[in-house]
């Protein structure tokens, strides 16, 4: 079990990104003069869920009664060419119908400059929370997606990382980069 822990984590903070994708159909639509953005994000809906997990940290506290993992200062989870960055980790397991704490991750909550990357995309905000049953993921506070050289930013993104489909929402603003006209050849 000790050895296992570490890898469950590991596995549960680098699903994050395909979490935030499913939940744009579970989300409520935005409220008032809210804007909404949609997006693909096939990075994060191609990383490797099954290549090892490593993650980081200058501090693990474990609590066994309450069912937590808690990595603080500069956590850097790394599997396959997928990297999260935060300066705070929690990872919460499912409670089990007798009261004791299963081996299966409820929710893991990451904050303060959390940062999801893949080799296409990047996605950043205040806050960031996974729910590895559904795999939605929620980035709320100052978020940010960057994919190439476009942007789309808001106040909150909500993805499944299944499906990878995302939405963007909250004041959203978007900068998409054009390619340049080729020029005709005469007589066409």
Do not use: C
Not at 75 to 98: C, F, H, K, S, T
């Amino acid at each position: 079990m000790r050895h296992f822990l570490p890898r469950l984590l590991t596995a549960a903070v680098l699903a994050f990104p395909a979490a935030a994708v499913a939940q744009q159909d579970a989300a409520p639509p935005a409220q008032g003069g809210a804007q909404q953005a949609g997006v693909q994000l096939d990075g994060f809906r191609n990383a490797d869920p099954n290549a090892p997990i490593e993650i980081t940290s200058n501090q693990l506290d474990l609590s066994r009664a309450a069912g937590t993992a808690l990595f603080t200062g500069n956590v850097i989870a790394i599997q396959g060419e997928m990297r999260l960055n935060a300066e705070w980790v929690l990872v919460e397991y499912l409670v089990l119908p007798d009261g004791t704490i299963g081996s299966e991750i409820e929710k893991i909550t990451a904050k303060d400059k959390v940062l999801l990357v893949t080799p296409t995309e990047a996605a950043e905000g205040d806050n960031g929370i996974y729910w590895p049953q559904t795999r939605q993921v929620v980035m709320t506070g100052n978020v940010l997606l960057t994919q190439g050289p476009n942007t789309v930013a808001g106040d909150r993104m909500t993805a499944d990382l299944g499906t990878g489909i995302g939405k963007v929402e909250g004041r959203v603003r978007s900068v998409l980069q054009q390619q340049p006209l080729q020029p005709q050849p005469a007589g066409q």
